[in-house]
Every structure is written in structure tokens, then in C-alpha cells.
């Protein structure tokens, strides 16, 4: 059983968040902190120029609306958070800071590029100074 889990949500359409939140439930205790992360992607330069100048804003907002939804799903007020940069990176800084003890990441079935490439969660499960479930 954990106490502190860490959760990233990813809203691509192949991923099923609903797969990591049952499992958190079933693997936290009943005091332990949940926690539900989603790291956007920093838009290219060249990309920002066509989008409207509240878009970002908008996004951001409308993330942390369904984040916090899924957060009222789980016991024991789990939070929320919507932070900015490399999938990967971002998660890895999030738990060192944070010394969760549990991180559940979803994962798509990997393909060739995941070899050449790398995915966000082979790079978790890599690196992760804490135990790393991978749901598919």
C-alpha cells in the first residue's frame, strides 16, 4: 500500500486515465495523497503567431476544469495540477521535489519509433527514484 502516488493524466484519446485512477485506488491507503498531474507541451514560437493570444490561457483553464472533475472522483480530496514542459522531464522534477512512492502512468503499446524515440512513460520507469506502475 502507498501513501503518496502520483498520478500523470494524459487527455490523448488512446489513453484510458480510467485504468490509473481504479488502480491508485485499489494500491493507496486509506490516508494516502493522490496526486493527478498533466504537463502541456510548450507550443513552437513559429506555431503561437497563429493562435489566438488567449488560447494558451483558455486551454490551461479548461485542463485544470477536467483534472479537477477526475480529482472529485478519488478519495480523500486527491489534487490536481497542470503544469508547463517536457512530458518526461516535468514528471520526473515533479516527483524528486515531491518524493511520491508510487507514480501510475499509462502507457500506448509501443511501436518502432518508442524505440528509437523513447516515450514518456519508458523514460519514468527509467529514472523514476520511486517505484513506477505502467497501465495499458
Request: proline letters at 5%; charged letters at 20%.
Amino acid at each position: 500500500m502507498y501513501h503518496n502516488i502520483l498520478v500523470p493524466i494524459s487527455f490523448d484519446p488512446d489513453r484510458d486515465v480510467s485504468a490509473s485512477l481504479k488502480l491508485a485506488q485499489i494500491l493507496a491507503t486509506p490516508e494516502a495523497k493522490i496526486t493527478l498531474l498533466h504537463v502541456v507541451e510548450q507550443v513552437p514560437a513559429y506555431a503561437i503567431s497563429y493562435m489566438s493570444a488567449d488560447y494558451m490561457a483558455e486551454t490551461r483553464k479548461a485542463l485544470e476544469a477536467e483534472l479537477a472533475a477526475l480529482a472529485k472522483t478519488l478519495p480523500n480530496a486527491a489534487s490536481s495540477l497542470v503544469i508547463e514542459g517536457h512530458s518526461g522531464r516535468s514528471i520526473l522534477d515533479w516527483a524528486e521535489t515531491n518524493k511520491p512512492d508510487l507514480v501510475i502512468i499509462s502507457s500506448h503499446r509501443p511501436g518502432m519509433q518508442d524505440l528509437l524515440l523513447g516515450s514518456t512513460a519508458s523514460q519514468v520507469v527509467r529514472h523514476a527514484a520511486c517505484a513506477v506502475h505502467v497501465v495499458r
